[in-house]
């Protein structure tokens, strides 16, 4: 029984234990043990405080000094355990080291008073073990082991899209802690509902919620929580529903924005025309001022055969119709054909030998014409 095993710490036999303790039992009397009931594993997040529980009660029979111990059990069975603290002739003795020996104390300002329960303050990873309370008072003896976990709280995980939030397509939302004292559990909601989509499924060790053929009835807030033994952590992520563009338009777009670029395209060819149009025009009369300011060339002297007059010239006498004056011009002397006469440029262009050339040339040019016609009529006038 649970009273045959206490009493076996202080006597070798667990027959005589039993027997003694129901001796003082049945003549109402009890003995020393520990009445604390807590849990004996207790998980505490890292930095916390924690009140490892030892509270006990003495018997009538308990008259020797008291005596309380705690200390830290070895995991090796072959070392010590390590002393932390204990109270003994009513003075309080500190044992601890490190980081423990700034953070541990009795709870009670007395702990002869029934109370040597102790409080750890900002606790770290080096104090998770195994504790043990030891109450001694003569003859009465009593123990406690209690289990302190220390585990590190889960960070603020961070909540990110892995895929396209297009509609029809499939995507997946992680979720992840950095930091947390395994294991971590991941739980994704949406909202305030409790269940789901149908097509929307979460793995709650990895943290991912995969959605398929996503839709507008899936697109929201989305809250994942991070959980272990000492803490819980959130995050969230608006999911939104975008609907595919419109293929019509893109098309009527690109045509439109097509035939702009070929008109600008036929727009520049014909500026590229004009200027090079432009520049041929300046050119061309550039060309013709130049020819105009160049000067005739000099005339050709006279060829010995139109030196002198031809033989038919001398040979046959003057006609008779020249010679008198025309009808028209009888009783006066023609004005035009004197003042031609008198011109002294016509007098040059024979000397020249003007006329010479026209004949020669065959070419019967104004100029050629009108001077024969004053030379008959010089011929008359002669006459």
């Known amino acids: 029984s649970p009273i045959c095993n206490r009493c076996c710490h202080i006597r070798p036999s667990p027959a005589l234990c039993c027997v003694l303790m129901l001796y003082l039992h049945a003549g109402g009397t009890v003995a020393l043990q520990v009445t604390s009931t807590g849990p004996q594993t207790m998980q505490k997040a890292l930095g916390e405080s924690v009140i490892l529980g030892c509270e006990y009660s003495t018997g009538p029979s308990d008259v020797g000094e008291l005596d309380i111990e705690w200390t830290m059990v070895s995991p090796d069975i072959t070392q010590k355990d390590q002393l932390i603290l204990s109270f003994m002739g009513g003075t309080k003795y500190d044992h601890s080291t490190g980081a423990l020996a700034e953070g541990v104390d009795f709870v009670a300002a007395d702990p002869s008073q029934g109370d040597a329960s102790i409080k750890i303050s900002s606790l770290a990873a080096s104090d998770a073990g195994t ?53 971590l559990s991941y739980i994704w909601r949406k909202g305030s509902e409790e269940l789901l989509p149908s097509n929307v499924t979460q793995n709650s060790v990895t943290g991912e919620l995969f959605i398929t053929n996503h839709s507008e009835s899936t697109q929201g807030m989305y809250v994942c929580e991070v959980r272990n033994a000492v803490g819980i952590e959130r995050c969230r992520f608006r999911l939104q529903a975008i609907k595919p563009p419109n293929r019509s338009g893109v098309i009527v777009g690109t045509f439109v924005g097509g035939l702009l670029l070929v008109l600008l395209l036929l727009l520049f ?42 033989s038919w010239a001398l040979s046959r006498p003057p006609s008779r119709a020249l010679s008198r004056p025309p009808s028209w011009a009888s009783g006066r002397r023609s004005d035009w054909a004197h003042s031609s006469f008198k011109n002294p440029s016509i007098t040059r262009s024979l000397a020249s030998g003007s006329i010479a050339g026209s004949f020669s040339t065959g070419r019967k040019s104004p100029d050629s014409w009108l001077l024969g016609a004053r030379l008959e009529s010089r011929g008359s006038y002669a006459v």
Do not use: M
Not at 138 to 162: A, I, Q
């Open 131 to 183: 504790y043990q309370c030891k109450v001694k008072k003569g003859p009465g003896v009593d123990t406690r082991k209690v289990t302190l976990v220390v585990l590190v709280r889960p960070s603020e995980p961070k909540c990110k899209l892995v895929g396209s939030e297009k509609v029809g397509g499939a995507l997946s939302l992680q979720c992840q802690s950095s930091e947390g004292s395994t294991p």
């Open 269 to 310: 060819i014909w500026f590229l025309f004009c200027l090079w149009d432009k520049r041929q025009s300046e050119k061309e009369d550039l060309a013709n001022d130049v020819r105009l300011d160049v000067p005739s060339p000099l005339s050709r002297p006279p060829s010995r055969a139109l030196s002198r007059p031809p």
